[in-house]
């Protein structure tokens, strides 16, 4: 049971441009959302995360947005950079639980 | 700062052999532990993860096996390693029940041939 999809495996953007990898999970339990970007042969690095008490969350290039009713969330990255092309992973998670259950990945190119 | 070790970098063992791989943690106590293990292609499979010293809860029965014999020390073991075994392995480290970000060392690269 994939309780947190991500159903677009790959991605390519043009540089400047912006990037929106997308999310959908199915445990109305979770509360907490986070996105992690992944380069190869590297562990994942803890990019932002969110809140259930939020729809929107802001950090420099990055925004994650929240949409609770549809169980959705995105990751918006503006202005692509040649830097940010590597494996985005959303994740999520619920208020005492220890764990994270993660999407299977996005991979994103950013055509120069 | 807290920093997290993750040894070897890379490991090619023969099919029955066994394994053991090491992760520490500096700049923290008491952490949440965990052991992911990414096959080719796929995504991010918790292992094993633990909330203390001797602690540990398995999330897939197979032929690994995970301890704490310290607080800021997880090991992943195998008396017999499998093909199907071969994979990237990440150790993280998380703040405990306050906190859900998940912080990943470096990772291991093990090829069972």
């Known amino acids: 049971d994939q309780q947190v999809k991500q159903n677009s495996p790959s991605l390519s953007v043009q540089e400047g441009r912006i990037s929106i990898l997308n999310c959908d999970y199915t445990n109305s339990m979770f509360d907490y959302f986070l996105w992690y970007k992944k380069y190869p042969a590297e562990g994942p690095t803890f990019l932002i995360s969110?809140?259930?008490?939020?729809d929107k969350n802001e950090d420099g290039r990055f925004t994650v947005f929240l949409n609770k009713s549809a169980k959705h969330l995105s990751l918006h990255i503006v202005p692509s950079q040649p830097g940010d092309s590597a494996v985005y992973f959303c994740?999520?998670?619920?208020?005492?639980?220890?764990?994270?259950?993660f999407g299977t990945g996005t991979r994103l190119t950013i055509i120069p | 700062s807290q920093t997290i070790h993750q040894w070897p970098a890379t490991l090619v063992q023969p099919v029955g052999s066994p394994l053991s791989l090491e992760c520490t943690v500096e700049?923290?106590?008491?952490?949440?532990l965990y052991w992911y293990r990414q096959a080719a292609g796929r995504g991010l499979q918790l292992l094993f993860y633990s909330v203390g010293i001797g602690q540990i809860s398995s999330e897939v029965p197979q032929n690994l096996s995970a301890s704490r014999p310290q607080d800021r020390q997880f090991i992943l073991s195998s008396k017999k390693l499998l093909l199907s075994d071969s994979g990237f392995y990440l150790c993280?480290?998380?703040?405990?029940?306050?906190?859900?970000?998940?912080?990943f060392g470096p990772g291991t690269r093990l090829t069972v041939t």
């Open positions: 700049g923290t106590s008491n952490p949440n």
């Open positions: 969110i809140s259930s008490i939020k």
């Open positions: 993280a480290w998380s703040g405990g029940t306050t906190t859900y970000e998940q912080y």
């Open positions: 994740a999520a998670s619920h208020f005492g639980n220890e764990k994270l259950t």
